[in-house]
């Protein structure tokens, strides 16, 4: 746990240091069989508009295909649990979605909500602003506050950067911040922003956070060509809305 | 108080019978002179970057015009509260914004937060999803939750419907079921949605709701001239980021 211990001048100095030059890029993954990438995706449906019945024909795919999970909004959390009841597929729950725009006990509030409610992954919008604004002590508090309250409870914690507003050393810095709270994964993208996840993204935030945690890409992933190049570039996890399409694009591949 | 008697039996009974044939317009407000003007207009930044600099210039603008309110992410609220101490200038804060996915128990308890944080209005985003869904209980609900915790505390309820998304029947059963909630306003979009307030769908909500709920237009009103056209559609509060143009545009104008 020595990263927990860093300071934010610390990661400061850090972050000037990968400005000049990253680490290497660790190994990529090798890319997964069709039968095993289900397990690589969250099935997303973030939709405002969606209903009750859309949420059912997400789980009920989400549990013929075997994807991660299905990541919903937190009203649908409990029904989405109840119909994946012993499914092996998890429920992942969007906090401070898409704005991150709420204050570091609200977001752990409803963090411990959602879980009590059948989260097993949490993926919450950092503070953008405060990143943008140079504010360093709330950006880590504000994921600590949601890393201490998912692991307490068992859940995992990806953060969500919103890279397309983010500058080169915007991004270098959530990585270390996100990785020195103890997230367990940086997420590239809400899919509400001005631009989803690229290839450059996720090959620097991998470099950034190393190998020990994961990376999610999310937003505008539509393919399976789309999910090879971001698995190749350093992703371990997708999120997607079209997981159905891109399974049945990687089964008619082999 | 007899409409918060209103079922949803009888709300759906209305708004089969406003479906054929609205209740007449009511008398549209003089189009305010510039010097009044400001006092329409909630001063609106709720961009996930926005900064705590770019929150003090929204203020200092807010506090020199005279705008309504600033309507401004949870995050923010505590300090545009204190920057606008004495001012006149209220705080408007968003709740549930701008998915509007989350749990009445769970939009209750934010709005509670921003309250004691501060805020005097509350703008937040119904359950789209469930009115989509026709679960109208929770629709209902939602928003019921949510207004008495704003009215236990004085503060005022706009309820957001983003307007976008919805059918004509859905606009006109949204603006039913925040009258029978109890709500204050009813507002058109989040600005984050596909599309943002128009002169058309201001006068249907205006017409609905009819004379003694306030209608907030949000969404795109950039000019003097969309400002004119909302309130001539029955508009009697402006959401915008432009305010100040506008503003200057409406001096100019005289």
């Given at each position: 746990?020595?990263?927990?211990?860093?300071?934010?001048?610390?990661?400061?100095?850090?972050?000037?240091?990968?400005?000049?030059?990253?680490?290497?890029?660790?190994?990529?993954?090798?890319?997964?069989?069709?039968?095993?990438?289900?397990?690589?995706?969250?099935?997303?449906?973030?939709?405002?508009?969606?209903?009750?019945?859309?949420?059912?024909?997400?789980?009920?795919?989400?549990?013929?295909?075997?994807?991660?999970?299905?990541?919903?909004?937190?009203?649908?959390?409990?029904?989405?649990?109840s119909l994946l009841e012993?499914?092996?597929?998890?429920?992942?729950?969007?906090?401070?979605?898409?704005?991150?725009?709420?204050?570091?006990?609200?977001?752990?509030?409803?963090?411990?909500?959602?879980?009590?409610?059948?989260?097993?992954?949490?993926?919450?919008?950092?503070?953008?602003?405060?990143?943008?604004?140079?504010?360093?002590?709330?950006?880590?508090?504000?994921?600590?506050?949601?890393?201490?309250?998912?692991?307490?409870?068992?859940?995992?914690?990806?953060v969500i950067l919103e890279?397309?507003?983010?500058?080169?050393?915007?991004?270098?810095?959530?990585?270390?911040?996100?990785?020195?709270?103890?997230?367990?994964?940086?997420?590239?993208?809400?899919?509400?922003?001005?631009?989803?996840?690229?290839?450059?993204?996720?090959?620097?935030?991998?470099?950034?956070?190393?190998?020990?945690?994961?990376?999610?890409?999310?937003?505008?992933?539509?393919?399976?060509?789309?999910?090879?190049?971001?698995?190749?570039?350093?992703?371990?996890?997708?999120?997607?809305?079209?997981?159905?399409?891109?399974?049945?694009?990687?089964?008619?591949?082999?």
């Amino acid at each position: 746990m020595e990263h927990l211990l860093k300071s934010v001048e610390e990661i400061l100095a850090l972050a000037d240091s990968y400005e000049q030059e990253l680490p290497p890029a660790p190994p990529a993954l090798p890319i997964p069989l069709a039968e095993e990438l289900a397990s690589w995706i969250d099935h997303t449906l973030l939709k405002p508009e969606a209903t009750a019945e859309d949420i059912k024909r997400l789980c009920a795919e989400a549990r013929q295909y075997r994807f991660a999970t299905v990541c919903v909004n937190p009203v649908y959390v409990s029904l989405a649990r109840s119909l994946l009841e012993g499914s092996g597929v998890g429920v992942c729950a969007v906090v401070a979605f898409p704005l991150g725009a709420t204050l570091p006990e609200d977001k752990a509030y409803e963090t411990q909500r959602v879980i009590r409610n059948g989260a097993m992954e949490v993926d919450m919008v950092m503070n953008i602003g405060a990143l943008k604004g140079q504010a360093y002590g709330l950006v880590l508090n504000d994921i600590l506050f949601v890393a201490q309250e998912a692991h307490e409870h068992g859940a995992k914690l990806k953060v969500i950067l919103e890279t397309a507003l983010l500058s080169r050393r915007e991004k270098i810095l959530a990585c270390l911040f996100a990785r020195a709270a103890g997230a367990d994964f940086v997420k590239t993208s809400t899919g509400f922003g001005p631009g989803g996840a690229t290839v450059e993204d996720v090959a620097l935030m991998r470099r950034v956070v190393g190998e020990t945690m994961g990376v999610k890409a999310s937003g505008g992933i539509r393919s399976w060509k789309d999910a090879r190049a971001m698995i190749a570039a350093g992703a371990n996890r997708l999120g997607a809305s079209a997981g159905v399409t891109i399974l049945r694009e990687a089964m008619s591949n082999e």
